[in-house]
């Protein structure tokens, strides 16, 4: 019977989770593997699993040659004005959505989650025509604009159910102080909005960081390309660089994961909050 169960749970549970996690860590390991690989290691035959002479010859390489010093910055730009124009956004309407009582209040957040079932291929042509007679295509306003519109829908939503969770009479009694409206929500409701904030400015900057088609659609120079474009550039018709891609990849990825280290606490907590809201 011992027995039985013992196989039973690595059937049903370890094997399942060791295949899983072999299926996402491989392609990482691998894209690691090549990045610090000679070009002439990278093709040769059979495949080797570890670099036998490793270099950082890659990465020198697309941070210099290829241009990704200038990619990182564009999408540092981009990422960082796109979250600090959601972050201000939404935490005002998510306040109205969490403290007001209106005519519509159901229907208005209808309305702002059925934004996020629109595919966002569709929007393309509208966005590039519209910029285009704006003079904003390969301006990175165009793209601060177009991902803040997308995002502020499903963060209001977010932030209202950080705010729900806020107390009221913390607010009263911050007002019967002398306090309005406003110092209220700065100094008692900020300061406990923390974790939602973190988890709301995490999720829009990885958004904005990885984002590909509307940004190849709004940008044609390489100088404002971001880096998921600038990744996507490097793929030539007759020849690849295998070992640059590598590098490239491995840099677009640093932030997002060192930002996710640093903000984990605040992110598990902020999303708690935000369904129990």
């Given at each position: ?152 829908p499903f963060t ?112 598990v907590n902020g ?7």
């Amino acid at each position: 019977m011992f027995f039985n169960k013992k196989v039973d749970k690595i059937l049903t549970l370890y094997l399942p989770l060791t295949m899983m996690l072999s299926f996402t860590v491989f392609p990482l390991y691998w894209t690691i593997n090549t990045a610090f690989k000679p070009e002439g290691e990278i093709v040769k035959r059979p495949l080797q699993y570890l670099p036998a002479s490793p270099t950082i010859d890659n990465f020198v390489n697309a941070w210099t040659n290829i241009g990704f010093a200038t990619f990182f910055k564009n999408s540092l730009i981009i990422g960082i004005a796109t979250v600090i124009t959601v972050l201000i956004c939404s935490t005002l309407s998510g306040y109205a959505l969490a403290r007001y009582k209106f005519k519509g209040k159901r229907s208005f957040m209808l309305m702002l989650l059925c934004t996020q079932f629109i595919p966002r291929s569709m929007m393309i042509i509208p966005l590039f025509i519209i910029f285009k007679n704006l003079g904003l295509i390969s301006n990175p306003l165009s793209l601060i604009i177009t991902y803040t519109a997308i995002e502020i829908p499903f963060t209001t939503i977010l932030m209202s159910g950080f705010i729900s969770n806020v107390p009221k009479e913390l607010e009263e009694a911050a007002m019967i102080d002398g306090c309005s409206k406003l110092q209220s929500l700065r100094y008692v409701v900020l300061p406990l909005l923390m974790p939602g904030i973190v988890a709301t400015a995490v999720f829009t900057f990885i958004y904005t960081w990885n984002e590909f088609l509307i940004a190849l659609m709004l940008t044609n120079q390489q100088s404002k390309f971001t880096l998921p474009v600038g990744l996507s550039s490097m793929l030539g018709e007759f020849n690849v660089n295998y070992g640059a891609l590598a590098a490239g990849s491995v840099i677009a990825l640093i932030p997002a994961v060192v930002l996710f280290a640093y903000a984990q606490k605040h992110l598990v907590n902020g999303m708690g909050g935000a369904v129990k809201g």
